[in-house]
């Protein structure tokens, strides 16, 4: 599977992005798809995921950000309102067969688009 994430920019404190990972080669059919963001100096660190049937989203991003798949377009898209300064990183989503031990960290993907930064300013 071949991914590639889009859509990141620099916007202010309290304004929405939405973020695109594309399947150029493949389907997501199968797979968790997850979502990750890496701040400077700091690890990848789990945004959420798609995983089996459920959306999975990490306490601090819960109620602002979404995450939605879109079969036509083959694409899943993260949806981020009420952006934070902390909100800050390189977005990057991933692929892979996870169990729910891992879905919440980078071992449960394969998988991995090149990653798309979003700058939020106060």
């Known amino acids: 599977v071949q991914l590639q994430a889009s859509g990141g920019g620099l916007v202010q404190a309290g304004a929405s992005l939405t973020l695109s990972c594309a399947a150029s080669?493949?389907?997501?059919?199968?797979?968790?798809v997850g979502w990750f963001r890496q701040a400077p100096g700091k690890e990848r660190e789990f945004v959420g995921a798609?995983?089996?049937?459920?959306?999975l989203y990490d306490d601090s991003v819960k109620g602002r950000f979404t995450i939605a798949r879109d079969r036509a377009k083959n694409t899943v898209n993260l949806q981020m309102n009420s952006l934070r300064p902390e909100d800050t990183g390189v977005y990057y989503c991933?692929?892979?067969?996870?169990?729910?031990?891992?879905?919440?960290?980078?071992?449960?993907?394969?998988?991995w688009g090149q990653g798309t930064l979003v700058t939020v300013s106060s």
């Open positions: 991933g692929v892979g067969r996870s169990i729910l031990s891992t879905v919440r960290t980078p071992l449960g993907y394969h998988y």
């Open positions: 080669e493949g389907t997501f059919d199968g797979y968790t």
């Open positions: 798609l995983f089996r049937v459920r959306t």
